[in-house]
């Protein structure tokens, strides 16, 4: 495997991911849409602060293992998550869990960029006016600093009162980014965030994630492995709804213990 | 026969049938605008309508018709509104929900005059507010919630996923995510639904002859209370709209120039749905532009 080599250097100064503390610690998890049966039996504990990456074939479950993290899957009529999702304590997937309350600490970023068709300050402020807070200034404040996180400050200060929709397809998605920012989350969930995106767009949002993994812990669903090889510290193979194979980024690329792994990151199918 | 000729055969079938389609309206409209336009004068829409004299006008009757729009989508849009949000958001795909939306479909398509019977029996005289402009209001909400119903059920329908899911992943609820992202994103299609239904509404007769009356008081512009029987907006007087007098001028009109007072109003009453039809393209593109941050 030589999509490592160049960021080997880079790696070496980063802290051992097994040593790190557990945010999300997953066990048992079972996911059926009607008699399909999404996600089979996935255990894996994700760490605090850290960037962890889903790979697989489509259709393998890693974005159903996504979704069930901040309860989306209870928008989709017969679905039905079993087992548990520890966060602080709590299983998620509890029927007396908030998921207001939750989706507010776990955002979560999709594939296409899906601004609102509203100003920049207004997609900012969405979640923020949602959860009750009505100060000028506050939400102002909000804005900037999450603008300014998701490096899209200098581009829009001037125009934030302009449609969404006047910005790139890049710039897009780093307002989507900025929105869940505004919310202070505790996790960030991200559904192949750069896919539909040109790569000076893709590097500059693989820039930001490297950035907030300092104080947000974020999960990511990728079809790249290079990108998952770039960024992650640690990454799960997902196939046909099982976990194949989780660890360390640098060990899942360069020793695949399973030869599945080996054959999908070695490009053979996928 | 080759493919090239078969395709050939089928655009022309397409574009005949459109021909055909754009070819009655055309010489419809043509002909009822033509024959009514030349009636249509200042007097003509602001005298009182005569019983047996020629020269009567319609402004009577071109108020009721308002005042009856007017009651009818008071009525109607904040219930077929609610009715389309349940239906949209909030019903569970079951047998339930199912059988509630083919009652909206059965509703929507009952006979007028049926309606208009109907309306008779419960409102004029069960509820004894005899032939009135609210019975007529009533009866054509019957007529208009399901449109309503169905027209935001489908604009909110039409709504990408992505924007309902955006909302949620920030923490907004169901009812905040309905407000401030479903709302107004269907809102283009919503009105445009809205508008064309007033055109029908508007130029409804069935459902209003047993309800609304055939006669309307000598109405006094000046006396805007509402509960004085020559009032303009009293709910409880008889209302003869505009379709309806087109339909007894016909009928059993004693005027000598039924003939004219009927052309006339016709060609109102579709100059006025017309107006309606455009208005609701222009607002509905309007809103568009605007929102998609052109």
Known sequence: MYVLTLEKEKRIVQPNPEAMETELKVNNLNVFYGSNHAVKNVSMEIKKHAITALIGPSGCGKSTFLRSINRMNDLIPGAVCKGEILYEGINLLDASVDVVSLRKEIGMLFQKPNPFPKSIFDNVTHGLKCAGIRKKDVLENAVEESLKLAGLWEETKDRLKHSALSLSGGQQQRLCLARALAMKPKVLLLDEPTSALDPVSTAKIEELLMSLKKRITIVIVTHNMQQAARIADQTAFFYEGTLVEFGNTRDLFENPTHTRTKSYISGQFG | ?294
């Open chain 2, 1 to 294: 026969m080759n493919a090239k000729v078969t395709d050939r055969l089928a655009t022309l079938c397409f574009i005949l049938c459109a021909a055909i389609t754009a070819g009655t309206l055309f010489s419809l409209l043509g002909y009822i605008v033509f024959q009514g336009v030349s009636h249509i004068d200042w007097h003509f829409l602001t005298a009182d309508a005569s019983t047996f004299q020629a020269g009567g006008g319609i402004k009577n009757q071109l108020w009721n018709s308002f005042y009856m729009l007017l009651m009818t989508m008071f009525f109607s849009v904040p219930l077929g509104i609610a009715g389309g949000i349940y239906l949209a958001e909030y019903a569970r795909p079951n047998k339930i929900t199912a059988f509630l939306r083919s009652c909206v479909e059965v509703l929507a398509s009952l006979p007028s005059i049926i309606v208009g019977m109907f309306g008779m029996l419960l409102f004029v005289n069960t509820f004894h507010w005899g032939y009135s402009v609210l019975s007529g209001a009533l009866a054509l909400t019957i007529f208009n919630l399901p449109v309503i119903i169905r027209v935001t059920e489908d604009a909110l329908a039409a709504v990408a996923r992505d924007q309902k899911e955006a909302s949620f992943v920030l923490g907004a609820t169901h009812w905040q995510t309905i407000r401030t992202v479903l709302l107004p994103a269907a809102f283009p299609g919503l009105l445009t639904g809205i508008i064309l239904s007033v055109g029908r509404v508007f130029g409804e007769s069935a459902a209003l002859l047993f309800t609304a009356g055939l006669s309307t008081p000598n109405l006094n512009f000046g006396d805007w209370n509402p509960m004085s029987p020559q009032s303009p907006i009293n709910p409880f007087r008889s209302a003869e709209t505009l379709s309806v007098h087109i339909w007894a001028v016909n009928t059993n009109g004693i005027i000598p120039d039924a003939k004219i007072v009927a052309a006339g109003s016709s060609a109102v009453l579709v100059i006025v749905v017309l107006l309606f039809n455009i208005v609701a393209r222009l607002v509905g593109a309007l809103i568009e532009k605007r929102w998609s941050g052109k």
